[in-house]
C-alpha cells in the first residue's frame, strides 16, 4: 500500500478476472457538481483511458459527480497506462489540484485505488465533508445569501460581502498553524467551512472552502489555488479570472487587533505576484485560467 493522508491515497495491486458485462454510468442529477469549464481537466463520458490527459479527466468526472466509488479501465492499446496512472496516484500536488476544481462538498479526504494487472482501476472515496456537516453549511451560506444579497448587486458586490462577512466574523487560526509548523497538529475544524462560518476561526483552506461553496451558490465560476504550504481562490468576474485571498486580507497583528484588508481581493496575477511571489507560487499548467489572470 502507498498511503496519502489528508486528502489519502491507497494504492494496491491485484490481479483479476476482468467482467466484460460491467458498464459504467454516472448519476442523472449529481448534488454539488459543477458545470464550469476549465482548461486543465474536463468532464468525460468516456471510461476507458487512452492518455494520461484521459486518466486525469476521469479522475476529475468522478470526483465532480460526487460518487464514492467507480470503476474504470484502461485502453487494450495505452501500453503504459498501469504505470501512468500510479504516476499520477502518488502525485499529491496533482490529486489536490482536481480536488480544487470541485464542490468542497464532493472533495476527497481519503482516496484508494485498487489496480488489476489487465487495467481495471476501482476507486473509493471518502468525502471530506460529513452529510451533517454539509446540511449545516450549505444551509448557512444559503441564508447569508437569502438575507443579505439583493437582485441588483453586482457579482463584485456579492463577493466583497462575503469577503468581509468571513473577515468580520473569524479569525486566522495562528495556534493550529504553529502547531502543523511544528509537526503536530490541532483537533478541530478550522480547515473546513465550518471554522469560519461557525467556530469563527479558519486556516487558510477553510477560508477558500466557505468561498468556493458560496461562489458556486451563485454559479460565479472559480476554483481553489493551493501549494503545498497555502489555498487561495481564483474567480471568473467582470470577464476576467482574478485572484482572491481571505488569508491574506485577515492578517494576524502583534496587538491582536482585527484588520480587514482588500490587498487580495480579486487582483491580477502581476499584482499578486507583486505583493507576495512566496506563498502564491502556483504550477501554471495545472492552473491556466491564473496564468492569464
Not at 471568473?236 to 491574506?248: F, I, Q, R, S
Request: charged residues 25%; aromatic residues 12%; contains cysteine.
Amino acid at each position: 500500500f502507498l498511503i496519502y493522508d489528508n486528502r489519502v491515497l491507497i494504492v494496491q495491486n491485484l490481479s483479476k478476472t476482468l467482467d466484460k458485462g460491467e458498464t459504467i454510468v454516472l448519476p442523472d442529477n449529481p448534488t454539488y457538481k459543477n458545470n464550469f469549464e476549465f482548461e486543465f481537466v474536463k468532464e468525460t463520458d468516456d471510461f476507458t483511458a487512452s492518455s494520461k490527459q484521459e486518466i486525469l479527466d476521469i479522475l476529475y468526472t468522478v470526483l465532480n459527480n460526487g460518487l464514492d466509488n467507480f470503476t474504470f479501465y484502461c485502453d487494450q492499446n495505452y501500453g503504459t497506462c498501469v504505470s501512468d496512472f500510479k504516476e499520477i496516484s502518488q502525485d499529491q500536488v496533482l490529486l489536490s489540484t482536481i480536488n480544487n476544481m470541485v464542490s468542497p462538498f464532493n472533495s476527497y479526504d481519503k482516496i484508494s485505488f485498487t489496480i488489476a494487472a489487465y487495467g481495471k482501476i476501482d476507486m473509493e472515496i471518502q468525502k471530506l465533508y460529513s452529510d451533517e456537516e454539509i446540511t449545516r453549511v450549505d444551509n448557512e451560506i444559503e441564508r447569508l445569501i437569502t438575507e443579505n444579497l439583493g437582485n441588483k448587486m453586482s457579482d463584485r458586490d456579492k463577493i466583497k460581502f462575503f469577503h468581509d462577512y468571513l473577515i468580520n466574523n473569524s479569525k486566522y487560526d495562528q495556534d493550529r498553524a504553529t502547531a502543523i509548523e511544528n509537526g503536530s497538529d490541532i483537533d478541530n475544524n478550522s480547515h473546513k467551512a465550518i471554522g469560519p462560518l461557525f467556530d469563527k476561526i479558519a486556516l487558510c483552506s477553510g477560508y477558500s472552502d466557505a468561498m468556493k461553496l458560496f461562489l458556486d451558490k451563485l454559479e460565479i465560476p472559480n476554483y481553489k489555488i493551493s501549494n503545498t504550504r497555502h489555498s487561495w481562490n481564483l474567480v471568473y468576474v467582470d470577464g476576467k479570472w482574478l485572484h482572491l485571498d481571505l488569508t491574506w486580507d485577515d492578517p494576524v497583528t502583534d496587538t491582536g487587533a482585527d484588520l480587514l484588508l482588500h490587498k487580495f481581493f480579486l487582483i491580477t496575477t502581476d499584482e499578486l505576484q507583486d505583493l507576495d511571489a512566496t506563498e502564491h507560487n502556483f504550477n501554471a499548467e495545472y492552473y491556466p485560467e491564473a496564468e492569464k489572470a
